[in-house]
């Protein structure tokens, strides 16, 4: 992986725990907003975000890159226990937490509109590779300044909505799967650039 992308990586790793940690201290007050509203249902913002998420790996598994199947079976296992903990801790927070339906116009209104923006660009990211030759490299590509967007964008996006509906259980899956899926496409690029 480049330098660059690496310093990208962190930087906006720092960025984003930086605003985590000043959401929390905000979390107090928002909550409180939250009791008029149950905690736990069915989601309509997690519906949108999981089917932005589901529907180009769908197409996806149609359209894998050659070499992809070989190349899987080279992955590291604790990675790969990780990422699927994650995405399964992921899919199931976002969908049952009705706190991420909750609008006001607020500053925290932006985590919301940042993380829809992160998944918008995610799907810009599918409508790349699925046009281009669907190779390995056109896989771990960086997009619109994000390494590995396949990887990062929905992971970032999840975190953002986690501190936004304040619920530290997601944030604690979106480091789960970002920890499991980013190091898996970090192997892989380090293959390809072999």
Same mark, same amino acid.
């Given at each position: ?10 930087? $906006?790793?720092?960025?984003? %725990? %930086?605003? +985590?940690? &000043? ?17 736990? =249902?069915?989601? %309509?913002? =997690?519906?949108? !975000?999981?089917?932005?998420? #589901? ?12 070499? &992809? *199947?070989?190349?899987?079976?080279? *992955? ?6 990780? @990422?699927?903990?994650? @995405? ?8 049952? /937490?009705?706190?991420? /339906?909750?609008?006001? #116009? ?16 995610? *799907?810009? &990211?599918?409508?790349?590779? !699925? ?10 590509? /960086?997009?619109?300044? #994000? ?9 970032? +996006?999840? !975190? $953002? ?11 604690? +899956?979106? #480091? ?16 390809? @650039?072999?």
């Amino acid at each position: 992986m480049k330098k660059s992308n690496i310093i990208a990586v962190g930087t $906006l790793t720092a960025a984003v %725990a %930086a605003l +985590a940690v &000043y959401s929390v201290t905000m979390c107090e007050v928002t909550l409180k907003d939250y009791i008029h509203l149950p905690k736990w =249902g069915i989601s %309509a913002v =997690g519906i949108v !975000f999981l089917l932005m998420l #589901f529907i180009p790996n769908i197409i996806w598994s149609k359209n894998q890159p050659k070499g &992809y *199947e070989e190349s899987a079976k080279l *992955e590291n296992k604790l990675l790969l226990t990780l @990422e699927r903990m994650g @995405e399964g801790l992921v899919s199931t927070l976002v969908l049952i /937490d009705r706190r991420t /339906d909750r609008f006001s #116009f607020s500053p925290r209104t932006g985590y919301l509109a940042i993380a829809l923006i992160l998944m918008i660009l995610y *799907e810009l &990211y599918w409508i790349k590779y !699925f046009r281009s030759s669907r190779t390995l490299a056109d896989m771990y590509s /960086d997009y619109c300044g #994000f390494p590995l967007a396949g990887a990062s964008l929905p992971v970032f +996006a999840v !975190f $953002l909505l986690g501190v936004y509906a304040c619920n530290v259980f997601l944030i604690a +899956a979106a #480091f789960i799967l970002g920890i499991g899926h980013i190091g898996i496409h970090i192997m892989h690029k380090k293959e390809i @650039e072999k």
